[in-house]
């Protein structure tokens, strides 16, 4: 015999797919319920009204932590400034000592030809209530009080006449 093309002996055979056995199914009440009209309505608005107070938390998140920012950078500005203003108060405070220092006045006096003043030179006076001078408040008091003093010398002067 002569040689065969294909040897068919050793080909293994595929078994078919088997269809797997179907289960009977029963249907029962039961289950998820219908909504009623309102009931969907109302579901809906929980969940819209739900949905906005997530997306107001969310706002006012980011508006309070804007504001935060802002906040600490004016904070940072202002102690900038602050420690500019207290370099700036040391520096006249520091000048201000050195001038005013007695050392410092003395020699001035001294370079301006100013003594010290002597017991002797001192005189006191007294003066009586007519001599005292007073200084009015303002302006407006002045010319009051002059008008007065005017008005008070014409009738004194219209009160002798007569």
């Known amino acids: 015999m002569g040689q065969a093309a294909y040897d068919m002996t050793e ?33 809906h608005a929980l969940q819209l009204v739900g949905a906005a107070l997530l997306v107001g938390f969310a706002v006012s998140l980011l508006w309070s932590e804007a504001q935060l920012v802002e906040l600490n950078s004016q904070i940072q500005s202002a102690k900038a400034e602050l420690v500019s203003e207290q ?28 003594m010290k003043i002597d017991q002797s030179q001192i005189t006191y006076i007294r003066l009586d209530e007519g001599s005292v001078l007073v200084r009015k408040a303002s302006a407006v008091r002045q010319w009051s009080d002059l008008l007065h003093d005017g008005a008070m010398t014409i009738l004194a002067s219209v009160r002798t006449a007569k």
């Open 11 to 43: 080909v293994r055979r595929r078994r078919a797919p088997q269809a797997q056995p179907k289960v009977p199914l029963r249907v029962e009440k039961g289950g998820k319920k219908r909504l009623n009209p309102v009931r969907a309505a109302m579901q």
């Open 87 to 114: 370099s700036q108060y040391t520096y006249y405070n520091s000048a201000l000592n050195s001038r005013t220092n007695i050392t410092s006045v003395e020699e001035t006096a001294t370079r301006l030809g100013l």
